[in-house]
Structure formats: C-alpha cells, structure tokens
C-alpha cells in the first residue's frame, strides 16, 4: 500500500520526477551523490547561518557531495531564478539544488510543478522528526506531501532593551498603550517585508477573538475580521519611529536601530537571534526576549530541491544531514544559530538526549517551556492580502 | 580587417539588450508560459497601474534622476569653472577620484551612517546638544528623496569629474582661459563661456548615462530613498522577486513603464540640453559676468561636503570592521577587535579573486573592442552614426531591471564565462564612453607627421597613439573594471547565484544589517575597485616623468 502510494505520488510529480532517483532506495541515493555539488540557495544576510552552512558544508564533503552556498538577500531570487530555467526550457541541471524555503514560496513552487519529489519522509533521519509535536507536515496550512524537508523551528519573540524597558508590552493593545507612551521608539519591519507581514499577523491573532477563522483562506468576511487591525494601526502608526513615514527594510535592522538607541522594542522569528547578537556586538548585553501574553505565531524552516536540479541525490544527502541529531544539536545551540530543533526529544537515543537537555540557551533566550507552544500560521492568502493592504493604507501615501 | 568590427560590436551590445527587452515585454504582454499566462492581454499593465503608490513612485525616479543629474553637472560646473588649474582643483581631485572606485552600495551605506539622526554627526552633536538619544528626526529616506539626490550626487561627481578631465587635454582650457580673460572675463564666466559648452558635449552621454542611473538604480535607492512608497525601480524589483509568480507579469510591466519614463526622461533632457545651449549663447555675446567669488567658495564648499561624504562614509565602515560594542552617542567603539576580518577575510580573500578574474577579462575583451572600432573608424574614415552610437550605449540607457531577466534566459548556463560576457555588455560601453571621445579628439596631424617619415598604420597605432593617449586608455580600462566589481543585477542573474562576487556578498549583507560585515565586505569591495584606479593614476606619471607636454593628461 506505501509502495502505491509513492508510485502515485511520482506519477502526480511526472514529467520532471520521471527519470529521477528514487528517494526511498537510500543506498543508491548515497552512490549517485558521490562527487555531486549541491548549490544551496539560502538567505545570507546573516553571518551566524553562513557559519552554520559552512559548518554543514564540511559534514557534506565527509559523504562525498560538495555544497555551496549561494547566499540571497531574498529567497525569491532563487525562485525567479526557477522559473527562468522552465520558460528557457532549461529542464535538466539547473543552476539552483536546494532552497531554504517556506510558506508563500514554497506554496507558489508546488502549485506550479516545480519541486521535486516527495522525498522528505524517505529520508533515514526523518525517523526522528516530531511530526506530532511540530508543524512539520503543513507549511503555513499548505500540505507538505514531503516535497520540503523540515531542518529548523522558529517562533516570533520580542527582542527588547532590558535597560530602558522594564515592563514589555506583551499584547497588541499593551503594545499600542506602549507606543502612545513612548512616541517614536518603536517600529515594524516594512511589510511586505516576511518579518513585517509577519507582525501584521501577530497583531491579527491577538486581535481577533477566534485565530481559528485564520486557518482558512481569505473569504467573503475579510474586512469583518481585519477590522479590528487596522483600528490598531491607524492609533499606531502616528506614533511609530518616524511617525511612520520610514520603516526599517529588515527583521535584522532593526537590532541595529536598538543598538543606536533609535528604538527600544523589535520583533524576529528566531528565538535565539538576540542571545547570538549580543555574542556579535550587535545588541546590548541588557538585551532580553519574551512572548505576548497569548502566544506568538511559529512555523518551521524547510528545504526543497527545485524539479530541475542536477543534484538531487546531494540535496538529499544534504537534507537528511540537516535532520541529523549532531546538526539540529549545533543549531540550537545558542552562539552558533540558536534556531530551535524539528526533532522528537523521545525519539532520540538517551546519549543525544542528554546532549540537548545539557545546552545552555544563552542569557537572552526563552526556554521551551517559557516560549509556550506556537500559534499556527495563517493560510499564506492572509498574509499576501493583508500586506497588499497594508502597502495601500500605510505604505504609498 | 578591422572594418567589420563597429558592427560586430554594436550587434555584441544591441542584441542580447534587444532580446531581453523583448523578453521582458511579452510577459507584461500577458505572454508567460511558465507563470500559466498563455493569451495576450493588457492586465499586467492594469494591474501594474492599480498599484496605489505607482504615480508617486513614477515622479519619485524621476525627480529624484533630473535634480541628481542636474545637481552633479552644476557642482561640477563650479568646480571647473570656479577651481580647475588651482592647487585646491588638484587636491580636490586626488580626494575625488579614488572616490569613483567606491561601489554604490558602499557609498550609500556610509552616507546612511554618517547622517542618520543615529550616526556620526548626530554623535558628534549629541554632547553639545545634550542628547543621550538620538532624535527621531526623518533624515534618511525622507519623502522628498533628498538625502537620495545627496547621496547620489556624492557618487557621481567623481565620475563626471573624471570623463571631464580625461576630456579636457584636447580643448587646450589654458590657452581658451587665457583669451577669454583677456577680453574680460572673470575666471569662472570665462572658463563657463569658452570651455564648459566643449567639455560638456565631450561628456554628454556620460551625463546621460548619469541620468538613466539616478532614475533606475537600486541599490542607492534601497538604502537612502523613501519607502513609503519608493522608487518605481525599487518597486519594479520587488515586484520581481515577489514569492506570487504571477508578480513576475506585473514586474515586467512596471519594467516597460520605466523604461517608457526614462525615455521620456531623455527627451525631456536633449530639449532641455538646447534651451541650455540657447541661453548660453546669449550669455557668452552679453558682457555679463558672475558673482564670482560666492559660486567660487560654493563650489568649493559644496564639492568638500560631497567628498567628505563619501570619505567619512568610507571611515565608518572601516571602523565598524573592526568594532567591538558601539552604541550611540558613543564617537568611537569600546574597543577595537579583529575578529570581523578573521570572520570573514578568508571567504572574502577568495571572492575578490573571482572578482578581480571578471573584472580583468571582461575589461581587456572591453579595452580590445573599443580600441578596434574607434582605429577602424580612424582608418577607414568611418563615422559612426548617431544610429550606431545608441546602439552602442542601449545596454546604459534602458534599465537594467527592464532587460536582465530576459538576457538570462538567452545565455544558457551560468559560469565564469556567462557572467563575464554578460559583465561586457556594461563594461564595453563605458570603456567606449571613456576613451571614444580622447581617442577622437586626439589631432590627426601626429599621424600624418608619423606617415610622412615611413611609420606605417600599425605603427603609428601602437608606436605614437596609444603611447600619448596612455592616461585615457588607462582611465578607461579602470573604469571598466570598477564597472565590472559593482555590477549587482547582472551578476546574480546570469550567474544564477553560483559566482558569488564582492558585490552579491556586499548587498546579500546588506540587507542583514550587520554593520561589522557590511564594514569589511564594504572595503574588500572598495579596494578591488581602487585598485586598478591607482594604477591608472600612477603609470602615466611613472612612464611620461621626463616628458612635460605629456603630463597634463
């Protein structure tokens, strides 16, 4: 029945997967990589994950299969990129191996044919994952159907200066009352900026009185359920940095606007990035994160090899890698990447157990207990819609 | 056999700019097989111009493009005018040229830090004014786009500056200066009278191509434009690289909209280029003079600031390189640490070699080129057209952004290879804008006296034109390597993110914010683009040091 299951699912990936190598025969997928070279087009806008790549790189080169990270300042590049290569008819040996990929992106690729696979939970390491525990098999509600493989979670903290803020607005309205209080000390990455639209998201969940309306697609009581956000952002706005005419571009920015002084109060997707960056000088030592009240929005990191790609067996090799005890050990731990893990802490052997119970998250990082679950994304038609929206009410006047 | 070449040339240039700009239409056309857009329809524009920001945008790029253009030609105007053959000309220009090195991504990161309400001179203020934060005052990216326009007239003086003076040798200025004060001119009313109208037609397409640039960069605009809403480049781009494919439709639209702005934008300059000229005209037969000394001392000063820019720019993102903590209203770091350049200098050592190899081939392929279609032209006594001339300049005057896509999907695999020819595209005509005009200018009498005691054409190319024409081949081949180290779009695009240069890593960076990396990556940049400029500085007074007439080049 499995064994039908996959041929379907091949057969629904024709033509690209035809002549493809089949995931779940592992042995012949070690032989094809032998000497592949995996381009691995990822974000490289900071340096702890380009160390963290580099590092996974040298675990890469011990199974034979080179990889090389080719560094965007914005995964989309990497799609357009795709697409280019299928109107070109360039099917076989394209210049992109394996993305680092999530939510609109990846729905965009799969809606269009241009991933390959499923190959995700052929994987020997997948045996680990927790697919239970973890959204790992849905990518912002968009199933995954193993055509991206999960390798980090992230969760939406709140970074801010310990030294200047005591008590953190841990709401929506709490964050409103804040800014009416502190004119000018805090902003948003711009959206449509992910981390941007992102913060809308955030804001929309507190807001609403039941996020469970969030998980279907944007429908007919868009304006009903928004409402109440945009209240928010028109009491908000006047007040931000800048008084909104001006918007850091970037999540990372904005640590640089809380070491000028510039603002006091900034939303990541990564719950360890303040405890690294205070590592790297680019925060304060005072720096501190915490959650709202009722919970903050995660999903999870994936990679996903592009229908066209030369080296696919590599990317595979590289992906089952990323999912391995020692590398999810190395990018939870807090000085090097500090991303939080997509493993089954049951699942694994007491000696790698240990190995996680024992890191030390560092002075600016939640614990798991502390970090609370995550709230689940919002269908990826919320987020389009409501920075569309945002663009047109705060972004072009 | 040189005689083909003109053409070989423009066809290496004009086609695959053709190709791409075709490209580029059919999907904003509604032709895009690979997005699922099969027919023919008008929706990419509609959806293009339902945008709300777009009309704003549009008059954005191109008030921002005019008043850069229009700023940088009249401080350099004053300069010239007010300052050229002075010592404080000479020292302005040993601070100003090696600033035409510095890429724009750079540049506009360190203008950012040096005028934000945050950054240097905030910080130097902060103890007089008594400030322990900085005010949130919108300074850059401001509506108007000012601290742009300021921004990108820093980056460009230096280039004109430079097209001028390599220009200026053939006019003989001393010899007009003189004359034109003999029948009473001030110094500057005379330079501008007698001179200026000669420069200026020496360096107009490099005008224009300043023109182009101010109104579709993206890298300046990202960083010192507003955001709310940007520039339509800014925005064409986004459009681009939005995760909804279908995006891609619009992108390709607002590109063809661009483009349209631009052109439009040219006309409006060549009109405005004639009503100059009749004003001037008038001007040079009135006996009327300036104010001297204050456009003197404004020029001066202005020029300073410019300089100042970008230099202090530069020193921020050496210091931040090698900061530990630093935080506002600190002057200085806490202390000072290497371990930025340990972090990143050995990557960076080998990205600047992949560079470099780019820049160099690309440039000598560029330097052959141009210097064969300008001998084939001198020999053959063709005249280049000024059909073949656009031609030659396409790959300047229509937006990167409205083209590259299209070009990627013509040269098949990304490489070393495809990037350096796609680099050529944009190297090539700036080799061409720098040395065409020298190299035409140059008096064809020498080459008469050459063929008249036996010197044969080859001879007389390599034995006596290139010899005094050194500076400006130089000056040309440093230009063409700068051009090559700073390209961004074509870079990523052809090379399909596999040929990772100083630029790409610079503006992934950037994007981060890590101001330590952006420091170091920043100067790697920098220095492989000033590099080759020492050198162009530095031979010819090494080579011509026991020939005065030679010197002033």
């Known amino acids: 029945m499995r064994l039908l299951t996959t041929a379907f699912a091949a057969l629904l990936a024709l033509p690209a997967a035809a002549q493809d190598i089949d995931p779940g025969n592992w042995e012949a997928v070690l032989a094809e990589a032998q000497g592949q070279t995996v381009y691995w087009h990822a974000w490289g806008g900071s340096t702890t994950t380009n160390d963290f790549i580099a590092w996974i790189g040298d675990r890469a080169a011990e199974q034979g299969v080179t990889l090389e990270h080719v560094k965007l ?270 493993l089954d802490m049951d699942k694994l052997s007491d000696e790698d157990r240990a190995a996680f119970e024992a890191l030390d998250l560092g002075i600016a990082t939640l614990s798991p207990a502390e970090l609370g679950p995550a709230q689940a994304e919002p269908h990826p038609s919320w987020a389009t819609r409501l920075a569309d929206d945002w663009v047109a009410k705060y972004g072009t006047n | 056999m040189l005689r083909p070449l003109p053409l070989l040339t423009a066809a290496l240039l004009a086609l695959p700019v053709l190709a791409g700009v075709i490209g580029t239409l059919l999907p904003a056309l509604g032709h895009a097989p690979a997005i699922g857009l099969d027919g023919w329809s008008l929706a990419p524009f509609r959806d293009a111009l339902a945008w709300p920001g777009l009309t704003e945008a549009a008059l954005l790029s191109l008030w921002t493009g005019l008043a850069a253009t229009l700023g940088t030609l009249a401080l350099l105007a004053l300069i010239l005018g007010g300052w050229h053959g002075t010592r404080a000309f000479t020292a302005l220009e040993r601070i100003l040229s090696p600033l035409l090195a510095m890429p724009h991504t750079a540049a506009a990161l360190g203008i950012a830090f040096l005028i934000a309400p945050s950054g240097w001179i905030a910080r130097a203020l902060a103890p007089i004014l008594g400030l322990s934060r900085p005010p949130d005052l919108l300074i850059v990216q401001d509506g108007l786009g000012l601290s742009l326009i300021a921004g990108l007239i820093a980056k460009e003086l230096p280039f004109l500056l430079l097209m001028s003076l390599a220009a200026l040798p053939q006019l003989r200025p001393n010899a007009r200066l003189k004359t034109a004060r003999s029948l009473g001119q001030g110094r500057m009313a005379g330079w501008l009278k007698a001179i200026f109208p000669g420069v200026y037609r020496q360096i107009r397409l490099p005008v224009l191509v ?223 804008l720098s040395l065409g005009d020298p190299w035409r200018a140059w008096d064809p009498r020498y080459a008469r006296v050459a063929a008249g005691i036996g010197a044969g054409r080859a001879r007389v190319l390599w034995q006596v034109r290139l010899p005094m024409l050194l500076a400006p081949v130089l000056t040309a081949a440093a230009v063409g390597m700068a051009v090559s180290v700073g390209q961004y779009l074509p870079t990523l695009l052809i090379g399909g993110g596999r040929v990772p240069t100083l630029t790409t890593e610079a503006v992934a960076l950037a994007a981060g914010g890590d101001r330590r990396a952006i420091g170091v990556w920043g100067l790697g940049q920098a220095g492989a683009a000033f590099a080759p400029f020492a050198l162009a500085l530095i031979l010819p007074a090494l080579v011509w040091r026991n020939r005065k007439g030679m010197r002033n080049g």
């Open chain 1, 73 to 342: 300042s914005d995964t989309a590049d990497a799609v357009s990129r795709v697409v280019a290569e299928k109107e070109s008819g360039a099917d076989q040996d394209g210049a992109v191996d394996m993305i680092w990929i999530n939510g609109a992106n990846f729905a965009a690729m799969k809606d269009q044919g241009l991933l390959f696979g499923p190959f995700a939970e052929q994987l020997p390491n997948w045996q680990y994952v927790d697919v239970d525990g973890k959204t790992v098999q849905t990518d912002f509600t968009v199933p995954v159907e193993g055509y991206e493989s999960p390798w980090a979670m992230a969760q939406v903290v709140f970074i801010h200066d310990s030294a200047t803020v005591d008590a953190p607005p841990k709401s929506a309205t709490a964050i409103l009352e804040w800014a009416q209080a502190n004119p000018g000390r805090f902003t948003f990455p711009q959206p449509p900026d992910f981390l941007g639209t992102t913060f809308l998201k955030q804001m929309l969940i507190d807001l609403v009185p039941d996020p469970a309306v969030l998980q279907e697609p944007v429908g007919e009581d868009y304006d009903e359920i928004t409402a109440p956000l945009w209240a928010f952002l028109d009491e908000l706005t006047p007040h931000l940095w800048r008084s909104g005419e001006a918007y850091p571009q970037t999540g990372p920015r904005q640590l640089q606007l809380i070491n000028d002084g510039e603002v006091d109060i900034a939303i990541s997707f990564s719950p360890g990035e303040a405890t690294a960056a205070i590592a790297n000088f680019q925060l304060p030592d005072t720096a501190r994160t915490y959650v709202l009240d009722k919970g903050t929005l995660g999903n999870a990191s994936f990679v996903a090899i592009p229908y066209n790609s030369g080296s696919k067996a590599g990317a595979m090799v590289v992906a089952n890698l990323l999912l391995s005890p020692e590398a999810q050990l190395r990018a939870q731990t807090p000085d090097i990447l500090g991303y939080g893990t997509v």
């Open chain 2, 210 to 432: 300043v023109l182009v640039y101010g109104m579709t960069n993206v890298d300046v605009a990202v960083i010192l434009g507003p955001n709310t809403p940007s520039t339509l480049s800014v925005q064409v781009t986004r459009w681009m690289v939005d995760p909804d494919l279908a995006m891609r439709a619009t992108a390709a639209a607002g590109a063809v909209i661009q483009l349209a702005l631009v052109l439009a934008a040219m006309v409006f300059w060549v009109a405005l280029e004639r009503g100059a000229g009749r004003v001037h005209r008038f001007w040079v037969w009135c006996n009327h003079g300036l104010p001297e000394r204050p456009l003197r001392l404004a020029g001066i000063v202005l020029a300073t600031i410019a300089a100042g820019l970008v230099l202090f720019g530069l020193a921020s993102l050496a210091v931040w390189s090698v900061a530990g903590p630093w935080r506002f209203p600190d002057l200085a770091p806490e202390f000072l640490t290497l371990r930025s350049w340990m972090r990143h200098g050995p990557e960076m050592a080998q990205v600047a070699a992949i560079t470099l190899l780019i820049a160099g081939l690309s440039t000598l392929i560029a330097l052959a080129l141009t210097i064969g279609c300008l001998e084939a032209e001198h020999r053959h006594g063709m005249t280049p057209g000024s059909r073949a001339l656009w031609l030659l300049y396409l790959p300047l005057l229509i937006p990167q952004i409205a083209f590259l896509p299209g070009l990627q999907s013509l040269l098949l695999k990304p490489s070393l290879v495809s990037v350096t020819a796609a680099h050529l595209v944009f190297v090539l005509p700036y080799v061409f």
